[in-house]
């Protein structure tokens, strides 16, 4: 939620003349993301996303996301369309920084999902999964398996003040997702982040899901592990297996799960729930106090966490 | 620039069930304006601003600044029309907080406001005083002249941090603007901030003026000195008199100043200037160092001051 670079009404239109998109109509900051700087732009040609790449984005990975994104356009798949300058490229510049038009989509994310939600971002997941199936790009998960310790074991001691006892728990975990990590599973283009906040809905049904800036080459079921845990949690870790339910037969209504990725879910789940735990207490030690923007709480992934300790099979998840 | 409120769907689909403009299809926050929260909504019937009331509005005013602006969008003056609800009202509510639905206009807010633009900024500011002639509210205005010294006044030593013997300059401005005020000139209800941030542009033809929430009975010829404050200057308090001559002449196609109204420009101007200077100054005192939002700066208005105390007449304003 933030605008960090604010463009003059010149430097648009400097930026327009790169492009087939007519002239600008109206353009505005929104207070959507945090990694980069977003504009709502309407032309003459419709209406689009400015989105400026600020420094948590690495520009090296950029042509790999816009090209996973356009793919996805392309193929039916709700994703928003970057649109290509008069020179055929996806990349402009202002200001000494990427940036890139992209069609805007309709819809509202939800902040509470319900069940049928739910049951279309499975879908919508495993649409993507399809998709890109055979997509010869390729990068590597930054925020993996092996990322996860780096990011946490510093910190213990904010995660003992944040919670007596959470750090011995964590160091558990992982330990746990380390010695059982399932390496084998079938791999492809994941999105990584496919939360609420990136989708986009009108009523029930999937308008968009957006923001492919953390997508990867990756094992498919942990998308699926990421999800349930961004879509199937009520407050204070309390899983609820009809949404999960719902989610998982949506994601196998396209493409359904083979015996080793069901089995591996609790795994997977845990591993996920760490990824964003890892962060998140990354982001909260970085954060000084009575700082404007508050940062995520770290404490929603290790209630979370808890859940996923105590699930027995793939059955807890609604598989 | 900021979004203090953020609604969710279900709290949005709550509030549009009071009004008879379909669903939601997109809503986003957006970065625009200091004192509400502003949010993009798109319904099945069009486009509009949600706009929330922070705490800086003050509540017993919203009813005057509606009636203002739905009374200017009747009479042609391109405000953005505030949305009735099916009973009628201009205003709801939303987590205790009063909220406005206002048409959405088209129109980008130039950064530096060229000739064209400061005429056609001139002529809208005239379209809107004849547009009020004869409006039953008022509203005294909480920024008017008796605000100046007890916002500047308790600050003298950070005015003198911030430039040397700039306290004394301010002081004498206090003086002589409280002793030469043309109380007597043609009254009226003004906008009182018609800054380029503002208004709204289709190239060089105004689209939009927006942002009535200073809006209240003063000076009609102060707020034209505020508009050659806001339009006319270049940078460190350089007076561009082609701008002020012709957002002057722009004024004066549709409301000829009389001759004690231009008379009075410079001491307006002056007065103008302080009214800035005070609450940037005021802003300024109360952020603490490294704050994420940096106020404006005061010293914008300290030049601006030091023009319009050397100015002889209206024609060192292009009048």
Known sequence: ?????????????????????????????????????????????????????????????????????????????????????????????????????????????????????????GETLAQMHVALEGFSGARDNSLGPSAWAPLIEPRYALAETLRAGLAADVEADLHDVARAWPNGLPRGVIHADLFPDNSLFLGDAISGAIDFYFACTDLLAYDLAVCLNAWCFEPRGAYNITKGQHLIAGYQSLRPLSAEERDALPILSRGAALRFFATRLADWAETPPGALVRPKDPLEYADKLAFHRTATGAADYGA
């Open 1 to 121: 939620m933030a605008v960090y670079t604010d463009l003059s009404d010149e430097e648009l239109t400097t930026l327009l003349a790169d492009y087939d998109l007519g002239a600008a109509l109206s353009f505005k900051g929104i207070a959507e993301g945090v990694e980069n700087s977003n504009f709502l732009l309407e032309t003459e040609k419709g209406r689009f996303i400015l989105t400026v790449y600020e420094k948590r984005v690495a520009r090296a990975d950029l042509p790999f996301f816009m090209d996973v994104t356009e793919t996805l356009a392309n193929k039916g798949f709700p994703a928003p369309r970057p649109m290509r300058r008069k020179d055929g490229a996806l990349l402009s510049e202002v200001r000494g920084k990427a940036c890139a038009l992209i069609a805007f989509l309709r819809g509202v994310s939800p902040k509470k999902p319900n069940v049928a939600q739910c049951r279309a971002i």
